[in-house]
């Protein structure tokens, strides 16, 4: 049986000491892990000062990024800045890592988005190096879009032989590279090739139980060790006069992605999830849906 594992997405706060409140109230309150985008456009915090922060206020609660976006970083760059926060937190990091997808990102740094098979090798290659510079004594690796030779970076991370990587994946490619390569697989809808969102045609039950036969499927043997998960993007009782929900939901119904209902229902679809379907690791999305969540992390954390 999977062990429940709670996340929360926390986006920003109004001082440092504000974001440690936020931090200590997640801990407290059953969650393992604070997490933090990563998009160059919206009011956010920089995941690597903002997950610093966190881990320092904190004793127990765990770090990450949903997700990394790796075109924004070489990944030496990464794997040194990540070795270093998981010496200093402890030992609390996951490495959350995708391709980078949002157009207005790319636009307003004036970066090239490329197609979705070039991010989607260019990833391929990241998590190589990420893994290799993680690893004892120095890595060399020579592929179509990184070079890296006889580099031999320090501190190394606490946690052997590396930090958990967790991968976002919607689409095809993605999911059977986050089970070839991931510790941790976050379930999402397919991102439109454009960046300009996700593509809503892709959601509901069937589509989310046939990602998770793709992950099963290129896992092989290592899917037993294979943590997997998803985002909650909505929480507690949808109001009538809520003319946001039903366009915004609707890909969602039926799915743990929307988690309707009394406590009870909320806390008895995630146990089908994850009894039936394997999901055990839940994201809150909106930090709106704090009240509502709360009491159910703090019933099924750990169980």
């Not at 799915?255 to 406590?263: A, M």
Request: aromatic share 6%; charged share 25%.
């Amino acid at each position: 049986m999977r062990r429940f594992r709670f996340g929360a997405v926390i986006r920003q706060a109004e001082s440092g000491r504000a974001w440690a409140e936020k931090a200590r109230r997640l801990e407290g309150a059953g969650f393992d892990v604070l997490l933090v985008p990563d998009h160059l456009t919206g009011d956010r915090f920089a995941p690597i000062a903002a997950l610093t922060a966190a881990a320092c206020a904190t004793g127990r609660l765990r770090v990450g990024t949903l997700v990394f976006a790796n075109d924004f970083r070489h990944p030496a760059v990464l794997a040194k800045e990540a070795a270093t926060l998981d010496v200093l937190s402890g030992g609390r990091l996951e490495v959350g890592i995708g391709t980078g997808w949002m157009a207005a990102d790319y636009a307003g740094a004036g970066l090239r988005l490329e197609p979705p098979g070039v991010r989607v090798e260019r990833l391929g290659e990241a998590l190589t190096v990420l893994k290799g510079l993680w690893g004892d004594g120095p890595f060399s690796f020579d592929g179509r879009h990184y070079r890296v030779t006889g580099l031999d970076q320090r501190p190394k991370p606490v946690q052997r032989p590396r930090p958990p990587l967790v991968i976002g994946a919607g689409g095809a490619r993605m999911l059977r590279l986050a089970a070839r390569e991931a510790d941790v697989v976050n379930l999402a809808l397919r991102v439109l090739p454009d960046g300009s969102g996700p593509d809503v045609r892709d959601g509901g039950p069937a589509a989310l139980e046939n990602r998770l036969a793709v992950v099963k499927e290129a896992a092989g043997d290592r899917y037993p060790r294979l943590e997997l998960g998803t985002s909650v993007m909505a929480v507690g009782e949808l109001k009538a006069d809520e003319s946001w929900s039903a366009a915004r939901t609707a890909p969602l119904e039926g799915t743990p992605q929307l988690l309707l209902g009394t406590r009870q229902d909320i806390a008895d679809q995630l146990r089908h999830w994850r009894d039936e379907h394997d999901l055990s690791y839940f994201v809150l999305h909106h930090e709106r849906d704090l009240p509502a969540f709360e009491p159910v992390a703090e019933e099924l954390a750990g169980t």
